[in-house]
C-alpha cells in the first residue's frame, strides 16, 4: 500500500528491504540510499506484534541507532498511519527537507532530487 501511494505522488524508486549494515541483518522497509532517507512501516502496533515486545523494541532500538550513527534519516509510520494517508502526507512534508542528506560530489543525485523537491512543491500548491 505504501509503495502504491508513494509511486501515486511520483516519488522515486525505493529499495525494498534495503540492508544498509554489512555486518547486521538489519533492513529498512523503504530506503533510497543516495540521500540515506528509509521509511518503516511498524506493524502490529496494536495488536501485540513484534515492535512492541521488549525483545523487539530493544531490537528496533539498536537499529535505528546504528542507522542514526550512518547519517540515515529514518521515517517511521503504523499501518494505521498509512492506510490513512498520514503517512505520505508527512513524507511529502518533509521529503524537501532531506536534500542536505544527499552525499556530497553527487550532481546527478543532487540535480534529480531539485528536481523532485520542486514537482513536490508545485503539487503541495495545487491542494
Known amino acids: 500500500m505504501f509503495l502504491a501511494q508513494l509511486q501515486e505522488r511520483g516519488f522515486p524508486d525505493p529499495e525494498e528491504e534495503y540492508k544498509f549494515l554489512r555486518d547486521r541483518r538489519f533492513r529498512f522497509d523503504f530506503a533510497w540510499p543516495l540521500t540515506n532517507i528509509a521509511v518503516e512501516i511498524e506493524g502490529g502496533t496494536f495488536v501485540q506484534g513484534r515492535h ?11 537499529k535505528y541507532n546504528l542507522a542514526a550513527r550512518d547519517g540515515w534519516r529514518v521515517y517511521r509510520f503504523t499501518t494505521q498511519m498509512v492506510k490513512s494517508g498520514e503517512g505520505i502526507a508527512f513524507l511529502v512534508d518533509a521529503w524537501p527537507l532531506r536534500l542536505s542528506a544527499i552525499r556530497p560530489n553527487d550532481d546527478e543525485a543532487w540535480d534529480r532530487e531539485i528536481k523532485f523537491a520542486e514537482k513536490v512543491e508545485r503539487a503541495r500548491k495545487k491542494t
Not at 52 to 62: E, N, Y
Open 52 to 62: 512492541v515486545t521488549g525483545a523487539g523494541f530493544s531490537k528496533d532500538c539498536v
